[in-house]
């Protein structure tokens, strides 16, 4: 059996570093190869990348009011999914035909995050594997986001007016009106409305910033990965 003696067990430690820096640099030598490829690929795919982008961000503002109602007793919003929130005193609550509260579909909005995580998945997918019929799938998938999204803001602009009548106080003719009228004036949540007193105004429904940009969005992103398809069936 060889022993080791005390001048080779010098010599060992030697060559460590040696073998440590070869690993370190081959390591680098690999990042930096998928960097590269990485870029490259970001390059010749900017409109998948922008399509990604935008179906990413048009997802997130599915969640964010989309519109706003204002009405005599109080403000309603609603967002692309349905989901209504409202601030109001109840003034109408004693009134024979007090304000009620109407479902807004959340169909199209569903529809459209739907459409929104296939086009970013598919893309997502793309990029590892190069396949045609995935970037067929993330062209249609986007333009079917900018779709949905589009009928969903006609929609609810159709649906404005029965937003508002949600925030309102009932006929001002009603006795169970006026009550409530007069006690939400003394507990300081508003003003009576005094016919001739006073000028008191009004707005109808409006879309919220964040509908506007999610439509943009959504339609530049559809037009990016349209014009990427374009580019790619071109060269092929």
């Known amino acids: 059996m060889v022993q080791t003696t005390p001048w080779s067990a010098r010599k060992i430690p030697d060559r460590l570093p040696g073998r440590l820096s070869g690993r370190g640099e081959a390591a680098g030598k690999r990042i930096r190869r998928g960097i590269r490829v990485s870029v490259a690929s970001g390059r010749d795919n900017a409109g998948y990348l922008c399509a990604a982008i935008g179906s990413?961000?048009?997802?997130?503002?599915?969640?964010?009011?989309?519109?706003?109602?204002?009405?005599?007793?109080?403000?309603?919003?609603?967002?692309?999914?349905?989901?209504?929130?409202?601030?109001?005193?109840?003034?109408?609550?004693?009134?024979?035909?007090?304000?009620?509260?109407?479902?807004?579909?959340?169909?199209?909005?569903?529809?459209?995050?739907?459409?929104?995580?296939?086009?970013?998945?598919?893309?997502?997918?793309?990029?590892?594997?190069?396949?045609r019929a995935l970037g067929y799938l993330a062209v249609a998938a986007s333009v079917a986001t900018a779709a949905f999204v589009l009928v969903c803001l006609i929609y609810l602009h159709g649906q404005g007016p029965a937003l508002r009548a949600m925030a309102g106080a009932g006929s001002p003719r009603d006795p169970g009106t006026q009550i409530g009228l007069i006690i939400r004036a003394a507990a300081g949540n508003g003003v009576y409305p005094v016919p001739g007193l006073r000028a008191v105004s009004y707005s109808t429904a409006n879309f919220t910033t964040q509908a506007l940009l999610a439509g943009a969005i959504s339609v530049v992103s559809a037009v990016a990965a349209v014009a990427q398809w374009r580019r790619d069936t071109d060269t092929a």
């Open 56 to 131: 990413t961000a048009t997802l997130a503002l599915l969640f964010d009011p989309w519109l706003v109602a204002n009405g005599p007793d109080g403000t309603t919003r609603t967002n692309a999914f349905g989901r209504i929130s409202a601030t109001s005193s109840m003034a109408g609550l004693w009134s024979s035909t007090p304000p009620s509260i109407v479902p807004v579909s959340g169909l199209w909005g569903l529809l459209a995050s739907a459409a929104a995580v296939v086009t970013v998945s598919a893309i997502a997918i793309n990029f590892r594997r190069r396949n």
